[in-house]
């Protein structure tokens, strides 16, 4: 019997030994660019105070602490004008010792998001939310991929699971998480199935979600999906990161999962953690190909 629905019990699917393998890789690089007396300096900015932007920019900390990447954030009020944080990107983007930038989301109603990512230099667009960066993705080229993305996609292949044919249903059509994993997910011939607002106005999500062997969930809804809809022995890869009181949780009813998935990814300790580590290593990726282009 295939080991995907032949588990028992199910596996936590934690980020923590993926993440330190990457980030022991990514520390070995730096210290052979040390060597070239270059250090990779990694700079994010965040509008207004997002709560689970919170989370996430004290892990960025840390982690680029741990392994020497000098980082730094700029921190603005809500009331921020788009073109006060699009002239800081355009000082950024042409600052050479910067080598990573990344915008927090979401940003304030009245800022383009869009424009803004757009805006980033595409050799130092980290989170590879750029069109040069989204496009060579879509066209299976190598670049800058969406770190998110990377993250479940790393997860999915540490249960060991063969993805071909294999029925994918991914909830959340945002172009730094959904969109991006449909397509590294479809390059591993999996049959995807992309799941958005229409389809759950139109009492559709349910039939998707229970048909899937493997479910992605990006949506930034905390718990909307019932653990009931989850199919027996599926792996369920939770990337929603929500803030309900003084607790963290997920998109999946995290308790009603566990008792019908044969691989779920806790929230926080699952997505979160990898997707940190695959910043990391795209502002080293960053930096090589700066370094690259200078001596090209």
Excluded at 141 to 155: D, K, N, V, W
Excluded at 203 to 228: D, F, K, Q, S
């Amino acid at each position: 019997m295939n080991a995907l629905y032949d588990v028992k019990k199910p596996n936590l699917l934690y980020g923590k030994v993926i993440r330190d393998q990457i980030l022991s890789e990514v520390a070995a690089e730096i210290e052979e660019l040390k060597k070239q007396h270059v250090a990779p300096f990694l700079m994010t900015i965040e509008v207004g105070n997002d709560p689970a932007t919170a989370v996430y920019k004290e892990s960025q900390r840390k982690l680029a602490a741990q392994i020497g990447i000098n980082y730094e954030t700029i921190e603005l009020s809500k009331n921020t004008s788009e073109e006060r944080l699009l002239k800081m990107i355009d000082r950024i983007n042409r600052d050479p010792v910067i080598n990573g930038l990344m915008v927090h989301m979401p940003l304030p109603e009245h800022i383009d998001a869009r424009k803004v990512q757009w805006s980033i230099n595409s050799l130092k667009d980290v989170e590879g939310v750029t069109p040069y960066n989204m496009g060579k993705l879509f066209l299976g080229a190598e670049a800058l991929y969406p770190c998110t993305a990377e993250s479940i996609m790393a997860l999915i292949k540490a249960t060991g699971v063969d993805l071909k044919g294999k029925e994918v249903t991914v909830v959340g059509c945002s172009s730094i998480v959904g969109k991006p994993v449909a397509t590294m997910l479809l390059k591993e011939e999996a049959t995807v199935s992309v799941c958005h607002y229409q389809t759950s106005k139109r009492g559709m999500l349910e039939h998707h979600v229970r048909n899937a062997e493997i479910l992605v969930v990006a949506a930034g809804v905390p718990n909307l999906i019932p653990g009931e809809w989850i199919r027996e022995g599926a792996i369920v890869i939770d990337a929603g990161i929500n803030r309900v009181g003084k607790d963290i949780v997920g998109d999946v009813d995290f308790e009603g999962a566990l008792k019908r998935a044969s691989y779920i990814t806790p929230v926080p300790g699952g997505v979160g953690s990898v997707t940190v580590a695959y910043l990391m290593k795209n502002t080293v990726t960053a930096l090589k190909r700066q370094l690259a282009a200078q001596h090209g």
